[in-house]
């Protein structure tokens, strides 16, 4: 049968995508780049790569948008959701993934389906109008061939930002006569974060450290623009050199057993693979040399002797603006047989990207079946996701799933038709609950 669809890039959102068209009866034709060539972040050859963290963040599907938006995924079929279910490592209630099984158990299950043809091989021209329906995944790291091919199309309309990656340490190699086992405020399994702490002293010489250390050139790279939930570790200390005192290095919720003195400074280290030998220090993405990490980082305590698996690098995200180029099925508006999905299109994170692949893919199985699809509910956490795609307000720029893009819930009549606002954990509930709700209604009416 010859494929009805093709997908550009084999990412999250790429190799969702594809399995929600062959899940649907749809063949798909997948081109990827990898194993032929890579891209500066991307080291293994499998799909569906995490380069910048193992977490998909938290699993809290009562309380935080991230964990709604894994629920309703895992409610849709996901085979990203699937996979992670299935590779998780402890990791407190975020659900964080051994990183190469996760990456190897999607590509399995892809090169494995019947209606699914991977072609290794890199795409450097536009698709022409006539082409077939296509899915342009290619994430934040598209070649430069194919982005200047995007450009032209779509008039240059792009913006771009940077993202980093953090560094991993073998667990064996850490101190424990000063680290310790203990998740924040005791929530989860204790072994899910080691901790090692600073007193005072010791955290301002090591931002010192980092304020003066020599940082990686970016080359033919133009100005950054970081995104805001992925900042250097560098970068948000020379926001104030106490900046990272309210971020990654917060000692809240933490008691040394080593010492009665309360920590000054934490930093904490996250399970990296199933067999939990690795470590990712949490946070602590960097554009430092390479040379300048291994020396600042040994001045943590309890990581003096720290021998590291990877160490930490940045690159470029690429993404159109979605909101004037896409419609609400993804569709280029000035081409429709071309769609965009995942970080390309715009949106942040791995379960966002994700995410619009899985939409991308129930939107492409109508077109192609000449059915108009149902845009899901803006109150859902996939819904919410795609009305921030088409969010012409103000200076667009990527998201992450929160409830700020969700609509608005004030408060609720009580039983007595008194109206009563609803604030804090109970509200962030309230949206869950709307959300499922919602969720279940809208997947009823396009499975009927």
């Not at 006569?177 to 929530?187: I, V």
């Not at 805001?228 to 971020?247: K, Q, S």
């Not at 919410?384 to 992450?400: I, K």
């Not at 819930?409 to 008194?418: F, L, S, V």
């Amino acid at each position: 049968m010859p494929a009805q669809v093709h997908i550009i890039g084999a990412g999250l959102a790429g190799s969702e995508a594809a399995w929600q068209l062959a899940s649907r009866g749809v063949a798909v034709k997948i081109f990827d780049m990898k194993p032929q060539r890579f891209s500066p972040a991307h080291k293994n050859a499998d799909f569906a790569e995490l380069v910048c963290s193992n977490s998909l963040r938290s699993d809290d599907a009562a309380h935080n948008a991230v964990g709604l938006m894994h629920e309703e995924m895992r409610r849709f079929g996901s085979l990203i959701m699937r996979c992670a279910d299935a590779c998780k490592v402890p990791a407190g209630g975020a659900l964080a993934v051994d990183r190469n099984g996760f990456a190897r158990m999607v590509t399995e299950q892809l090169r494995q389906h019947p209606l699914i043809e991977i072609v290794a091989r890199e795409i450097t021209e536009f698709p022409s109008a006539e082409a077939p329906l296509t899915i342009i995944a290619t994430g934040p790291l598209t070649s430069a061939d194919f982005i200047d091919a995007i450009l032209r199309q779509v008039d240059r309309q792009s913006l771009s930002f940077y993202d980093a990656i953090a560094p991993v340490v073998y667990k064996d190699s850490i101190d424990f006569t000063k680290a310790w086992y203990q998740s924040r405020y005791d929530k989860g399994d204790k072994f899910d974060y080691i901790n090692c702490p600073l007193n005072k002293e010791q955290y301002y010489h090591f931002v010192e450290a980092l304020l003066a250390a020599e940082k990686m050139p970016f080359h033919d790279f133009e100005e950054p623009h970081y995104f805001d939930g992925c900042l250097p570790i560098e970068v948000m200390a020379e926001r104030g050199v106490d900046t990272l005192m309210f971020g990654p290095m917060k000692p809240v919720g933490l008691t040394n057993p080593h010492m009665s003195e309360k920590p000054y400074a934490v930093v904490q280290l996250r399970q990296d693979n199933k067999e939990d030998t690795l470590r990712n220090i949490v946070g602590f993405q960097t554009k430092l040399k390479y040379g300048e990490q291994e020396r600042i980082f040994r001045m943590i305590p309890g990581l003096e002797q720290a021998v590291f698996a990877r160490l930490g690098g940045i690159h470029k995200n690429t993404f159109i603006r979605s909101p004037w180029l896409l419609n609400e099925y993804l569709q280029l508006k000035t081409q429709k047989n071309i769609m965009f999905a995942g970080q390309i299109s715009g949106c942040e994170g791995y379960v966002e990207s994700a995410n619009v692949g899985m939409l991308a893919g129930y939107y492409a199985s109508c077109l192609v079946n000449d059915k108009t699809p149902i845009v899901p509910p803006a109150t859902t956490a996939t819904g919410a996701m795609l009305r921030h795609l088409q969010d012409t307000t103000g200076d667009y720029q990527p998201m992450n799933i929160n409830f700020g893009i969700f609509p608005t819930i004030q408060g609720e009549i009580t039983a007595n038709g008194k109206f009563r606002k609803i604030k804090g954990a109970d509200r962030k509930e309230a949206y869950c609950k709307r959300a499922l709700a919602d969720f279940a209604q809208w997947l009823e009416s396009i499975n009927d």
